[in-house]
């Protein structure tokens, strides 16, 4: 387990980091949400002990980080924001090689090809870094970290000018993190990744967390009480509901509309009383992007 | 083990990115040695003083060169890793930065002798002035002069990182470097390893003078100075680190 408790970070007048607490669970992988400025690399590279906080704790599998112990980097790795974090005039191959060696560990060849395979770079092998695509150097990065083998992973906004594609592979790669038992925290911008690899969320805003949780319990805790109601009859159901938001689906309707689940039932009987079929009832789960906006927009 | 491996794959893969860098560095240092000794063989000529100058100036030359690698290997990588982002890795080595580069160190003592012994090989061609190296003896001084030189290059790359632009101050102590070898060689002056060493290869090259047969008070002050000058330097080093740390701008550049 990775624990801050209390983390605060001041650089001269700047609060960077206030008072912020998380934890990241055994094997769990924990998304720190955020605008820019929000503390997220502030309390990333204090995690990562490259940086000393004014005051706060943080504990990672146990033990207390400490300014100077070098030892913590058996337990625990990072890829940071921006930063090319690989050597451009190493090869692919090289570059794997001399991180894994940093460590102190050895990568037998058949397995270095077969990492490389699984996320495709072995073509790539022999290429200076340099020569790669922004996406490849940063999948490069991240198996760097990979190749390691410490338990712990931080990933600061690994996905920050990667295209599609790329995203998405590089959500597989944290997936399967996971899958080989790591713990990870991973900063992102990126909802739509976030949502794809996060079980818990923590949302940061001005050096303070601002809300917290699983993925769908924050869903819960935020949904809007907007219920989409799918009907086919005759007519517009639009004008039993002038509040509604109605929309024209093939042959049917779909009545977009908030209430208080008490009031559900009038719904349903009006439109019985009109004629009108009843095909779907759901309640609207917002996405991590409403959230995020609910959460943080308002105040930024 | 394994981290031995590793940073020789890279210094010897930066070595070949590098080459460049290297040959044409030698041929500027030529270049600036044949102007000097050009000039110092049309203001004296045929004076008896000409042949002693001339092996000073090879001496001096190569040392320099020798020196200038020890200083800026450290300096100037610090500063390299900070801007490629790659120095917050180096850090994140269970082994500690201290140790990871005090290995590149000894490894890059590869690269440096890549640079000085072709560069000596070439001002001797030129020179016609030809010096004695008893390898041994020149190994171990060599080895005990470039260790503060270390110590320096920790100082300026902490500096570096605290700082940013020094440079421009770098270049200066670069060239300050010559002038130590101008000192004489006596109290407090030979309290310098940079000095002391400085005679001490003099005598060993030009004179050919084995190690055996120095002045065991003279060496062993030598060695003393040069051991303290590098930890110090470490020691400063670890100094500037925590401010960095605190300031959170370790790899910022
Ligand atoms: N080394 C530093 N010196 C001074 N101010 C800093 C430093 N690092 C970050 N800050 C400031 O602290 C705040 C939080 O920054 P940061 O942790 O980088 O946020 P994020 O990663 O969420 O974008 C910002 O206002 C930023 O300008
Ligand atoms: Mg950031």
């Not at chain 1, 349903?268 to 009109?274: A, E, P």
């Not at chain 2, 002045?215 to 470490?234: C, Q, R, V």
Request: hydrophobic fraction near 45%; charge should be positive.
């Amino acid at each position: 387990m990775i624990a801050v408790e209390h983390l605060v970070k001041r650089f001269g007048d700047v609060v960077a980091v206030d008072d912020v607490s998380f934890e990241v669970g055994e094997g769990e992988i924990v998304a720190l949400l955020g605008p820019n400025g929000a503390g997220k690399t502030t309390t990333i590279k204090s995690i990562l002990n490259l940086m000393v906080p004014d005051s706060g704790r943080i504990t990672i599998g146990g033990r207390v980080v400490k300014p100077g112990d070098h030892w913590l980097y058996r337990h625990i790795s990072g890829v940071l924001e921006g930063n090319r974090n690989i050597y451009w005039r190493l090869t692919v191959e090289q570059n794997l090689q001399f991180f894994v060696g940093l460590s102190g560990k050895w990568v037998a060849r058949r397995d270095r090809e077969r990492l490389l395979e699984r996320f495709g770079l072995l073509e790539r092998r022999g290429q200076e870094a340099r020569k790669l695509s922004r996406g490849m150097q940063q999948k490069l990065a991240v198996l760097c970290v990979l190749v390691r083998g410490t338990d712990y992973i931080v990933l600061d906004e690994p996905t920050l000018g990667l295209d599609v594609d790329t995203t998405y592979q590089l959500a597989d790669m944290i997936r399967f993190m996971k899958d080989s038992g790591r713990t990870l925290l991973v900063s992102s911008h990126n909802m739509k990744f976030v949502e794809r690899i996060a079980d818990r969320v923590v949302f940061i805003n001005r050096g303070r967390v601002v809300a917290q949780g699983g993925v769908d319990e924050l869903r819960r805790m935020f949904a809007f009480r907007t219920y989409s109601i799918r009907v086919v009859g005759r007519g517009n159901p639009g004008q039993l509901f002038p509040d509604a938001r109605v929309e024209q689906k093939e042959n049917a309707h779909v009545i977009h509309i908030s209430l208080e689940p008490e009031h559900l039932y009038d719904v349903v009987d009006k439109l019985r009383s009109h004629g009108f079929l009843l095909e779907e009832i759901r309640r609207d789960e917002p996405d991590l992007e409403e959230i995020y906006l609910k959460v943080i927009g308002g105040e930024a | 083990m394994n981290l031995v491996r590793a940073l020789l794959i890279r210094e010897i893969q930066l070595l070949r990115s590098y080459a460049f860098n290297t040959v044409s560095g030698i041929i500027t240092v030529v270049i600036i040695f044949l102007i000097l000794l050009l000039g110092v063989r049309y203001a004296l000529p045929g004076s008896g003083g000409m042949g002693n100058t001339e092996e000073a100036m090879v001496v001096a030359f190569f040392l320099w060169s020798w020196l200038l690698g020890g200083l800026n290997t450290l300096t100037w990588g610090i500063t390299m890793e900070a801007q490629q982002g790659t120095l917050e890795q180096l850090y994140m080595s269970p082994y500690g930065f201290r140790v990871v580069s005090i290995l590149m160190l000894g490894i890059s003592i590869i690269s440096n002798l890549a640079f000085s012994v072709p560069l000596l090989v070439i001002l001797m061609l030129i020179s016609g002035r030809f010096l004695h190296i008893d390898v041994a003896t020149v190994s171990v001084l060599l080895f005990f002069m470039v260790l503060p030189a270390y110590g320096l290059g920790y100082v300026f790359g902490g500096m570096a990182l605290l700082y940013k632009r020094i440079q421009n101050v770098f270049q200066v102590i670069n060239m300050g470097v010559v002038g130590l070898f101008m000192l004489p060689d006596s109290f407090p002056w030979n309290l310098i390893p940079f000095t002391s060493g400085y005679h001490l290869i003099s005598r060993a090259m030009r004179q050919g003078i084995g190690l055996t047969h120095l002045p065991p008070a003279e060496l062993s002050t030598f060695i003393a100075t040069s051991i303290l000058f590098f930890l110090g330097g470490l020691w400063i080093y670890g100094l500037l680190e925590k401010r960095v740390k605190r300031l959170g701008i370790l790899g910022h550049y």
